[in-house]
């Protein structure tokens, strides 16, 4: 009996784990309805985030948020578009800072507070999972 709750008790941790670290999840670059650009690339979502622009083509300057780190959509997010771990970009921002170049971008708890973030913010950008959109915000960029 005793063998059974452990052994059921590391199937249930497994499968939160995997459920809660899904690959099946489709993270997207997210704007304000009134963002002046209907599309973005990888680059030049890479360059906002990394502090290198502040402007969108056809649109004016933006600001950017992040999610806070660990979460699933940050993860995928700094692995496909920034091609860097978080204690990579610790370090880049670190750097940045400094020399007074620059300031990260402000994490936010979850989808939820990103896309409210961006809803209010004209100039806002941000990423959550797909599942987290609607019409109330602009899809720029789904990740490849």
Known sequence: ???TRRIL???????????SASPWAEVVVIGHPGI???????????KLWL????????GGKVKVVDQKPGSAARDEFN?????????????YWAKVVFTGKGVPPKALPDDKAVKE?????PD???YVDSGSVDDKVKVLLRLP
Do not use: F, H, N, Y
């Open 124 to 126: 806002g950008l941000g």
């Open 79 to 91: 692995k496909k578009v920034l091609k860097k771990s978080d204690s990579q970009l610790k370090s």
């Open 51 to 58: 502090g290198k622009s502040k402007r969108i083509p056809g």
């Open 117 to 121: 973030w961006v809803m209010s913010t």
């Open 9 to 19: 008790g590391w199937v249930t941790g497994l499968t939160l784990m995997l459920c």
């Open 1 to 3: 009996m005793k063998e």
């Open 36 to 46: 002046g650009a209907d599309s973005l690339t990888s680059k030049q979502v890479a």
